[in-house]
């Protein structure tokens, strides 16, 4: 059975940590199933970290519109729709970048030569199959 070289700085070794300790790992299944959870995990953070300073601006913004009304109109003057508008403006910025930067993604990725990691993984599902792995 062939041995599989896996580098250390490559962005599936990164994510297998995620997913607990790739070291421990001999063949290519355990490793895709650590990769996968590591994808997941991180996922999950980015999303959770997402939301919960989503939902601490808007708070912030809120406070901040709720002052200066106070400032200004000495009387309360109900901030939301200032504060919709802002994130609105935010969002839209945020799919703009996003429509902007995943050509290039998709370039990057296509123009790529040689993937024998996701092909060896993708084999080792098809053909029911787990070679070992080394990390070098």
Do not use: Q
Request: aromatic share 16%.
């Amino acid at each position: 059975m062939t041995k599989i070289n896996v580098n250390r700085k490559a962005w599936h070794y990164k994510a297998a940590n995620l997913g607990g300790y790739p070291e421990y790992c001999d063949d290519i299944c355990e490793y895709i199933r650590m990769c996968l959870l590591g994808c997941f995990l991180g996922t999950l953070g980015v999303c959770i970290i997402g939301f919960a300073s989503g939902f601490v601006l808007f708070l912030l913004g809120n406070t901040l519109a709720w002052l200066a009304a106070m400032i200004v109109y000495m009387g309360f003057i109900d901030p939301n729709e200032e504060t919709f508008i802002l994130i609105l403006f935010c969002w839209l910025a945020l799919l703009f970048k996003l429509i902007v930067s995943v050509p290039k993604i998709y370039e990057a990725i296509s123009t790529r030569v040689d993937a024998p990691f996701v092909k060896t993984a993708y084999n080792s599902w098809k053909n029911k199959w787990c070679a070992k792995i080394e990390f070098k």
